[in-house]
Protein backbone atom coordinates (compact mmCIF):
# COMPACT_ATOMS: atom_id res chain seq x y z
CA UNK A 1 0.00 0.00 0.00
CA UNK A 2 1.27 3.35 -1.18
CA UNK A 3 1.38 6.46 1.30
CA UNK A 4 -1.49 7.80 0.07
CA UNK A 5 -3.65 4.18 0.29
CA UNK A 6 -3.50 3.39 -2.91
CA UNK A 7 -3.32 -0.89 -3.57
CA UNK A 8 -2.10 -2.17 -6.17
CA UNK A 9 -2.79 -5.54 -7.37
CA UNK A 10 -1.33 -6.91 -10.83
CA UNK A 11 -3.09 -9.81 -12.86
CA UNK A 12 -2.87 -11.34 -16.16
CA UNK A 13 -6.22 -11.25 -18.46
CA UNK A 14 -7.80 -12.57 -21.54
CA UNK A 15 -10.31 -10.06 -21.67
CA UNK A 16 -9.46 -9.88 -25.86
CA UNK A 17 -10.16 -12.97 -26.44
CA UNK A 18 -12.82 -13.25 -29.15
CA UNK A 19 -13.68 -16.41 -31.05
CA UNK A 20 -11.78 -19.66 -30.09
CA UNK A 21 -8.65 -19.95 -31.52
CA UNK A 22 -5.16 -21.80 -30.97
CA UNK A 23 -3.80 -18.75 -29.67
CA UNK A 24 -4.45 -16.92 -25.96
CA UNK A 25 -3.71 -13.42 -26.29
CA UNK A 26 -2.70 -12.53 -22.81
CA UNK A 27 -1.97 -8.98 -20.90
CA UNK A 28 -0.84 -8.39 -17.95
CA UNK A 29 -2.55 -5.64 -16.17
CA UNK A 30 -2.00 -3.54 -12.63
CA UNK A 31 -5.12 -2.33 -11.51
CA UNK A 32 -4.91 0.85 -8.59
CA UNK A 33 -7.77 0.80 -5.76
CA UNK A 34 -8.09 3.25 -2.88
CA UNK A 35 -7.88 1.36 0.79
CA UNK A 36 -10.68 -1.39 1.13
CA UNK A 37 -11.04 -1.29 -2.51
CA UNK A 38 -13.94 1.05 -2.45
CA UNK A 39 -12.76 2.63 -5.70
CA UNK A 40 -10.81 2.11 -8.80
CA UNK A 41 -7.97 4.63 -9.12
CA UNK A 42 -6.67 3.44 -12.63
CA UNK A 43 -5.85 0.83 -14.42
CA UNK A 44 -2.95 0.18 -16.54
CA UNK A 45 -1.41 -2.38 -18.75
CA UNK A 46 1.63 -3.74 -17.84
CA UNK A 47 2.84 -5.92 -21.11
CA UNK A 48 0.98 -7.83 -24.07
CA UNK A 49 -0.37 -9.22 -26.03
CA UNK A 50 1.43 -12.36 -26.03
CA UNK A 51 0.36 -15.79 -26.48
CA UNK A 52 0.29 -17.65 -23.21
CA UNK A 53 -0.03 -21.36 -25.27
CA UNK A 54 3.12 -20.80 -26.20
CA UNK A 55 4.48 -21.10 -22.33
CA UNK A 56 6.64 -24.20 -21.24
CA UNK A 57 4.34 -26.76 -20.77
CA UNK A 58 4.44 -28.72 -17.45
CA UNK A 59 1.07 -30.33 -18.05
CA UNK A 60 -0.83 -27.61 -19.00
CA UNK A 61 1.45 -24.10 -20.18
CA UNK A 62 2.69 -22.65 -17.34
CA UNK A 63 4.78 -19.32 -16.73
CA UNK A 64 5.90 -20.65 -13.06
CA UNK A 65 5.52 -18.83 -9.63
CA UNK A 66 8.26 -15.74 -10.72
CA UNK A 67 5.50 -13.19 -9.40
CA UNK A 68 6.09 -9.80 -7.40
CA UNK A 69 4.37 -6.34 -6.75
CA UNK A 70 6.04 -3.90 -4.39
CA UNK A 71 6.43 -0.23 -3.74
CA UNK A 72 9.37 2.23 -4.92
CA UNK A 73 9.10 5.23 -4.13
CA UNK A 74 5.69 6.30 -5.28
CA UNK A 75 5.18 3.76 -7.84
CA UNK A 76 4.46 0.13 -7.96
CA UNK A 77 7.15 -2.26 -9.30
CA UNK A 78 6.18 -5.14 -10.90
CA UNK A 79 8.25 -8.38 -11.79
CA UNK A 80 6.34 -11.02 -13.41
CA UNK A 81 6.84 -13.74 -15.89
CA UNK A 82 5.84 -13.82 -20.27
CA UNK A 83 5.80 -16.38 -23.04
CA UNK A 84 7.86 -15.72 -25.66
CA UNK A 85 7.90 -16.66 -29.48
CA UNK A 86 11.72 -18.38 -29.06
CA UNK A 87 11.80 -21.92 -29.42
CA UNK A 88 14.86 -22.06 -27.49
CA UNK A 89 13.36 -19.46 -24.51
CA UNK A 90 9.88 -19.88 -23.99
CA UNK A 91 9.16 -17.45 -21.37
CA UNK A 92 10.76 -13.85 -20.05
CA UNK A 93 10.95 -12.55 -16.36
CA UNK A 94 9.63 -8.84 -17.26
CA UNK A 95 10.32 -5.94 -14.53
CA UNK A 96 8.79 -2.92 -14.69
CA UNK A 97 7.57 0.34 -12.60
CA UNK A 98 4.45 2.29 -12.90
Known sequence: MSADGTIG???YDVRG????TRTLPTNVWLVQLR???HRRV???RLAG???FMRAPK????FLGD???LTLSGSHFAALFA????????RSDIVFTLR
Open 58 to 61: ATDP
Open 66 to 68: YEG
Open 42 to 44: GEC
Open 17 to 20: VGRA
Open 49 to 51: PFD
Open 35 to 37: KHG
Open 9 to 11: VSH
Open 82 to 89: VATDDRRN
